[in-house]
């Protein structure tokens, strides 16, 4: 397995989030110059392929993995999609978790869950269900989510404190369900 594979796999992990050379040369155990080394190997790789859409991008100390900007007008349309496409359970997961818990980050998140919620967060930003809201102020400074406006207009209701009250462990289950059931009825 390659390093610049795996560096690959770290980032499209990591999400929007990205991760610095530091933290990518801590987790595999190779010096920072061996990392930026093979981050320029992959953006090089990125750049020259025509049959790939990925492209590298260094922002804020962080590198992520993202879209080139060629397909920018083609993601526009598709974040224009009307929102009658059904939700994936993990992005209904993601929605309850973020509905009841913001503001929260994608890690606490992914905690609750036990699995990535990087996906399901970008597509719940596209149909502008959920929205950044800040920084959280620990190391690394992740972002931290809230629901939107246009959220509480979707789900029909003027404030979060009518959101249903349920146990922390019911949570997932049961507000993935109620948010499931307004989707359906929706698109009917």
């Known amino acids: 397995m390659s390093k610049l594979a795996e560096i690959e796999a770290l980032l499209f992990v990591a999400g929007e989030d990205g991760l610095r050379v530091r933290q990518l ?3 595999l ?6 990392v930026i080394q093979s981050l320029e190997k992959l953006a090089e790789k990125y750049r020259k392929d025509e049959d790939s859409s990925l ?3 260094e922002t804020s100390n962080a590198y992520k ?3 080139k900007q060629d397909f920018a007008d083609l993601l526009r349309e598709y974040s224009k999609a009307p929102i009658n496409q059904s939700l994936s359970r ?3 997961e993601t929605l309850s978790i973020i509905a009841y818990k913001q503001p929260i980050t994608r890690i606490e998140v992914d905690e609750i869950r036990g699995v990535n919620s990087s996906g399901a967060i970008s597509k719940l930003q596209i149909f502008d269900l959920i929205r950044e809201n800040g920084k959280k102020e620990v190391l690394g400074r992740p972002n ?19 959101l ?9 289950t049961e507000e993935s369900q109620l948010f499931a059931e307004r989707i359906e009825d929706e698109n009917q």
């Open 55 to 57: 492209a590298l991008l």
């Open 29 to 34: 155990s190779i010096p920072p110059t061996g």
């Open 90 to 92: 993990a992005a209904l």
């Open 65 to 67: 993995i993202v879209t």
């Open 144 to 162: 931290l989510y809230v629901t939107t406006d246009y959220f509480l207009d979707y789900m029909g209701i003027n404030s979060l404190e009518e």
């Open 164 to 172: 249903p009250v349920v146990e922390e462990t019911e949570l997932i």
């Open 25 to 27: 040369a801590d987790l």
